[in-house]
């Protein structure tokens, strides 16, 4: 039987239970980083951070029930993760391919001063090839590989190399074909310009349609488009070992003790387990995170309350590089991989505290909200649709994330108010634009601010709109008119931002919906 996605994430958690880890809660999907930014969380590696650093200790409070002091030398979980913004923006990609979304679970297994390359690569091959029974002439592994030449650090990662080669060598395929040389951007892990850092090893998939197990022929052309931005083949679990400190002075020097640290994308690896019937099928097969129970409860929701329904179809590169949906389902599609996708990020965000606003990261969340609610239109949605779906994600989520629902209510709320805020202008807005676009191939500074300010328009919103008509936005122009008026509405501002944080709390989240709304009023 093809498993679900529940019995997938404890499948990885039982297997590393087995393997002595101490099993730990997600963290909160806000974080504050080491320099006091309040961020999004955007890899399991984060929680550790300061005490693996020795900044903080671990106690009783940092998780629940499960340690009464220090980091375990050998954790698991799954970590909610949030990438829309800074180092790791995959904001507009989302829709647009089937594995990249702002919202996702990060299973991950660490080892501190523990075990190190050995284990890791052994758990790694024996939890996807023996357990889980991917067929090995698809999987690639990918090591560090420095260009001395380019100035990058440490040494080619071969102790990883050939860990790798005996798993292949032992199925019988070549390890040339299937370990891959990967680069610094790629391939080496750093913390920050200094600190704790080392090489990381990741395991690819080739997923493109045809026998369950590849030619030597076809496992060359695969091991070609490991790292690239060919869906056939996508990144499923990167291992990183910390093995080096990056000094001030430029220089790696040998760390007193190792560290395994790893990341896999939960929502993909469902993917290929179920879009390929549990490795039987990969002919026909719909390998797409959507495709998958993750997500289908929500889209069955958006179908029953939109009529549209969702056909899996993917818009092509055009022209210019720029994907965008053309065909009538294309656009359909887009918009329920969009809505579904950003539903998770402010639905997991706001049962974390973090609401809506109009800074930083609580900007990030209303930029995302009214990409929704842009793409609701799509779907003919005219009134707010989106704080619907959050009991059907509740339902299926709040095994495993009791925070949905226990703040299901709030969460509803907040989303409602936002959602008919921002369809008062949204109409009329694209209306303008759509005049303004028949003018010309630009987007000026002052038009794009006008979006912004008179009618609440983002200016990624702006951007998106004018992408799919192929023109393009100063954007420049528009960050000189909002310096003008953040200086000018300076006071403001800081109002607004107090307002804001006074709510980042790890308290139950007071339902602030209609505060907001005066803030709203600001901004519209
Ligand atoms: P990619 O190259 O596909 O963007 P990445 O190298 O940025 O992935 P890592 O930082 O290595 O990703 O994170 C570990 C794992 O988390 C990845 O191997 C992938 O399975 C998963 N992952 C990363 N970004 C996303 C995302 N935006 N949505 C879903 N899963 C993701
Ligand atoms: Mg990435
Ligand atoms: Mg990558
Ligand atoms: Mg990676």
Known sequence: AVPTAAQIRQTFLDFFKSKDHTIVPSDNVGYTS??????????????????????????????????????????????????????????????????????????????????????????????????????????????????????????????????????????????????????????????????????????????????????????????????????????????????????????????PAQHVDTGMGFERLTSIIQGTKNFTDFETAKISNYDTDVFKPIFDELTRLSGKHYQSTLPLPNEQGHVIPVTEQEKVDVAFRVIADHLRTLSFSIADGIQPGNSDRNYTLRRILRRAVKYGRTLEFKEPFFYKLVDVLALHMGDVFPELRARKDQIKAVLKVEEEAFNRTLDRGIALFESEASKGSSITGDFAFQLYDTFGFPLDLTELLARERGLTVDTEGFEKLMTEQRERARSAMKKNVVSVSEIETKEPTKFIGYDELETEAKVL
Not at 145 to 173: C, H, I, M, T, Y
Not at 197 to 217: A, F, K, Q, V
């Open 34 to 255: 080491r320099d006091g930014a309040r961020i999004f969380t955007n890899a399991g590696m984060n929680q550790f951070v300061p005490i693996f650093l020795g900044e903080r200790s671990a106690d009783v409070d940092t998780w629940p029930g499960v340690l009464s002091k220090g980091l375990p030398t050998r954790a698991a979980d799954t970590q909610k993760c949030i990438r829309a913004g800074g180092k790791h923006n995959d904001l507009e990609d989302v829709g647009l391919d089937t594995y990249h979304h702002t919202f996702f679970e990060m299973l991950g297994n660490w080892s501190f001063g523990d075990y190190f390359k050995k284990e890791a690569i052994s758990w790694s091959w024996e939890l996807i090839v023996e357990r889980f029974k991917f067929p090995p002439s698809r999987v690639f592994a990918t090591i560090y590989q420095p260009n001395k030449e380019k100035g990058d650090p440490a040494d080619r990662d071969q102790e990883s190399w050939d860990l790798w080669a005996e798993k292949f060598r032992s199925v019988g395929l070549d390890p040339e074909i299937h370990i891959v040389n990967g680069n610094k951007k790629d391939n080496f892990w750093m913390m920050a310009d200094t600190g704790p850092c080392g090489p990381c090893t990741e395991i690819h998939i080739d997923l493109t349609p045809g026998p369950i197990e590849l030619s030597e022929e076809r496992q060359r052309a695969g091991a070609k488009l490991v790292n690239g931005s060919d869906a056939s083949c996508i990144e499923i679990w990167n291992n990183v070992f910390i093995q080096y400190n990056a000094n001030p002075d430029g220089t790696f020097t040998p760390l």
